[in-house]
T-cell receptor
Framework: SQTIHQWPATLVQPVGSPLSLECTVEGTSNPNLYWYRQAAGRGLQLLFYSVGIGQISSEVPQNLSASRPQDRQFILSSKKLLLSDSGFYLC????????????FGPGTRLTVT | TQLLEQSPQFLSIQEGENLTVYCNSSSVFSSLQWYRQEPGEGPVLLVTVVTGGEVKKLKRLTFQFGDARKDSSLHITAAQTGDTGLYLCAGERGGSNYKLTFGKGTLLTVNP
């Protein structure tokens, strides 16, 4: 069976500090990978998605970047955090064919102080 | 422009009541999914509907896809406190490059 991991679970960082959130998937190959941000327990904002190693599509211009160094690893980064980067970050995967149903990780709660 | 409108945004009911939440769009979707999310956790996929008019049941939950594949509903019978959570619908449009369009969700609270 497939499993998706995210870490850390919670993070408190000062403004201007760097960020690295990691997501890994087990039990599948060549997944599509996604980073979302969720504000105040409401809808999901798609930040980045990737259909293969080194292939990143950005949905929203922002202070963040994403990388996919390995098939089942997806990293969300920032060089300098802003207060507005606070939120709940979710990683998800879907199969590379079929209905593209997405399966989410447990999320990272980021607070920028 | 929000492509998927969910209503109501908030719903608070007593245990044992029935409820329906809606997901509407002016766009046609190839498939539509419903997720439930509990506080502090990631959304969990409940069901995917693909065919216009399709009805799927998951215990006390009944999901329906509109005939024109532009809307969907989720009906819960005899709600329980464990049904509390944020219900999100998400649709896939043809040519969407593997992306889903998410609604903003319905926050359901079932009181004991």
């Amino acid at each position: 069976s497939q499993t998706i991991h995210q870490w850390p679970a919670t993070l408190v960082q000062p403004v201007g500090s760097p960020l690295s959130l990691e997501c890994t998937v087990e039990g599948t190959s060549n997944p599509n990978l996604y980073w979302y941000r969720q504000a105040a327990g409401r809808g999901l904002q798609l930040l980045f998605y990737s259909v293969g190693i080194g292939q990143i599509s950005s949905e929203v211009p922002q202070n963040l970047s994403a990388s996919r160094p390995q098939d089942r690893q997806f990293i969300l980064s920032s060089k300098k955090l802003l207060l507005s980067d606070s939120g709940f970050y979710l990683c998800a995967w879907s199969a590379d064919r079929g209905l593209y149903e997405q399966y989410f990780g447990p999320g990272t709660r980021l607070t920028v102080t | 422009t929000q492509l998927l409108e969910q209503s109501p945004q908030f719903l608070s009911i007593q245990e044992g009541e029935n409820l329906t939440v809606y997901c509407n769009s002016s766009s046609v979707f190839s498939s539509l999914q419903w997720y439930r999310q509990e506080p502090g956790e990631g959304p969990v996929l409940l069901v995917t509907v693909v065919t216009g008019g399709e009805v799927k049941k998951l215990k006390r939950l009944t999901f329906q896809f509109g005939d024109a594949r532009k809307d969907s509903s989720l009906h819960i019978t005899a709600a329980q406190t464990g049904d509390t959570g944020l219900y999100l619908c998400a649709g896939e449009r043809g040519g969407s490059n593997y992306k889903l369009t998410f609604g903003k969700g319905t926050l359901l609270t079932v009181n004991p």
